[in-house]
């Protein structure tokens, strides 16, 4: 047993010691801050001009009010995703439109309803109790369903669904 360990002690004495250490790494790090903190003052800035009339217009303008229609999409109750499925979500929902799209909307919901329907279901059915409370989880709740509808009915990436508005929004 004696040679044994004599042997371990010689194996660990003529192995090489480890190079390097920690400073290259540091080196490495400053180097990189450094370089991160410099290229912002190599590129250079637009001049900018004392000109406010060119301003860039959002992709789309939200129509006033009065040029607005609010075109019904019907009620949906689903059982939220909770243990005993014992809580669920009654929506009645409206779509808010430009007044030249009110009938394109309608014809397209007639035809639509029933993908857009099934998608609701299945959507409002993922979420739990604290995603679906209060103004934050409607307002969520609002947008997600805002962008899925004009995805399906505008495939283009043209939005013309504004908003969705909630006409009665009941948990149980």
């Given at each position: 047993?004696?040679?044994?360990?004599d042997n371990d002690g010689e194996s660990a004495e003529s192995s090489p010691p480890a190079k390097g250490g920690v400073l290259p790494y540091i080196?490495?790090?400053i180097l990189c801050t450094a370089g991160g903190l410099a290229v912002p003052l190599l590129i250079p800035a637009k001049a900018t001009t004392g000109d406010t009339a060119e301003q860039v217009?959002?992709?789309y303008e939200l129509p006033s009010p009065e040029d607005t229609k609010f075109v019904s999409?019907?009620?949906?109750?689903?059982?939220?995703?909770?243990g005993r499925l014992s809580r669920y979500l009654q929506v009645s929902i409206t779509l808010?439109?430009?007044k030249d799209q009110e009938l394109?909307?309608?014809?397209m919901l007639e035809t639509q309803k029933a993908p857009l329907t099934s998608w609701l279901i299945a959507h409002l059915s993922d979420k739990t109790l604290d995603e679906v409370r209060g103004a934050a989880g409607q307002n969520r709740?609002?947008?997600?369903?805002?962008?899925q509808f004009n995805t399906i009915l505008y495939p283009d990436g043209y939005d013309r669904i504004y908003d969705v508005l909630f006409d009665n929004y009941a948990i149980q």
């Open positions: 047993m004696a040679d044994a360990e080196i490495v790090g217009k959002p992709p999409f019907g009620a949906v109750s689903v059982n939220l995703d909770e808010q439109v430009a394109e909307l309608t014809k709740l609002r947008r997600e369903i805002r962008d």
